[in-house]
């Protein structure tokens, strides 16, 4: 799954006196459905003929520079990846460097710096802000989702049964399905 010259992904649990995260976020790895927001400028879904491009991702960035050029080879590797806008949310180690170096090997990429640590929340509304793209996954930095899980997370919404998908690195490889009405 991953290669000799690749980091290992960071599966950590929460210590026991971490507060509780206050956001969802924090825990879950999602593909979110734009194409209902008549505010935002963004090309239809009802565009591509195929998934190649379909997908935008945004990465919040804090202090991750040792995993950021393996992260950016797997997630560019995907058809579906047509933009991926990463935000480096006031790192003090190099990820701004590396950041701006992975932006200038692919037209794809796009990065954003906050000059401050505002939080993950905060990066992703950054990020959103310069999305294009259909439809929009929130990939950490630290290769903590597979990108390898990008098309089984984007068929509800191809297939019209769902508008946003919530995925989770502990409920396992068994797809669920919840429809409720707004």
């Known amino acids: 799954m991953f290669g000799e010259d690749e980091p290992k992904p960071k ?21 979110l459905s ?4 008549p505010n935002t400028e963004i090309l239809k ?3 591509f003929q195929s998934t190649a491009g379909i997908l935008a991702i945004v990465m919040p960035v804090f202090n991750e520079q040792r995993w950021l050029d393996a992260v950016f080879k797997r997630v560019l590797a995907r058809s579906e990846v047509g933009q991926l806008v990463a935000v480096d949310d006031g790192s ?3 990820s701004w460097e590396v950041l701006q170096r992975l932006a ?3 037209p ?3 990065v954003v710096q906050h000059q401050n640590n505002q939080g993950k929340g905060a990066a992703i509304r ?38 946003v998908v919530f995925g989770s690195r502990f409920s396992g490889d068994v797809p669920r399905i919840v429809k409720t009405e707004w």
């Open 92 to 94: 003090t180690d190099r």
């Open 126 to 163: 950054t990020a959103l802000k310069h999305v294009t793209s259909p439809l929009v996954l929130i990939q950490d930095a630290d290769l903590e989702y597979d990108p390898t899980d990008y098309a089984q997370m984007l068929k509800p919404i191809l297939n019209d049964e769902a508008e």
């Open 45 to 47: 879904l009802e565009t």
């Open 11 to 31: 599966h950590q649990e929460p210590e026991k006196n971490q507060e509780p995260s206050t956001t969802i976020l924090d825990s879950a790895f999602y593909l």
């Open 108 to 110: 794809r990429v796009q």
């Open 104 to 106: 200038e090997t692919d």
């Open 34 to 37: 734009t194409r209902f927001d």
